[in-house]
């Protein structure tokens, strides 16, 4: 079993904006829930080290509505909270692993310490 993952919060306080766009701001009652009024999309932000040993800052989205975010507004917030330069991947676990079954949440993993991915363009256009 692995170990269990550390929360980095000065490192999820650095990824939340200073200023947001119209429309985001922070849930009244937490500092890591971000709300957009129009969109109705909720996010919830933090930062983990987990047994690789790397910071990875985890985005997880919801909608009020209960349905599934579209991909526009996952992409809007990836690139709000983790930067358009930065990737970001959706975890796609075998089913044994699952461990959020809300059909209404998406989540979103970004190493905040390098870019673990290979470049995935080598095999024509994403």
Not at 74 to 101: H, S, T, W
Request: proline share 9%.
């Amino acid at each position: 079993m692995s170990e269990e993952p550390v929360l980095l919060e000065t490192m999820t306080r650095d990824i939340l904006p200073k200023v947001l766009p119209v429309g985001w701001y922070y849930h009244p009652d937490a500092c890591d829930v971000l709300e957009n009024r129009y969109s109705e999309v909720r996010v919830i932000l933090n930062v983990m080290r987990y047994s690789d040993g790397r910071p990875w800052a985890h985005l997880s989205m919801s909608r009020r509505d209960k349905k599934l975010p579209t991909w526009d507004q996952l992409r809007e917030a990836k690139d709000l909270f983790f930067g358009k330069k930065r990737k970001a991947i959706q975890v796609l676990p075998p089913e044994d692993q699952y461990v959020n079954l809300n059909p209404g949440v998406l989540h979103l993993f970004c190493c905040l310490s390098e870019d673990p991915l290979p470049d995935f363009r080598v095999m024509g256009t994403l």
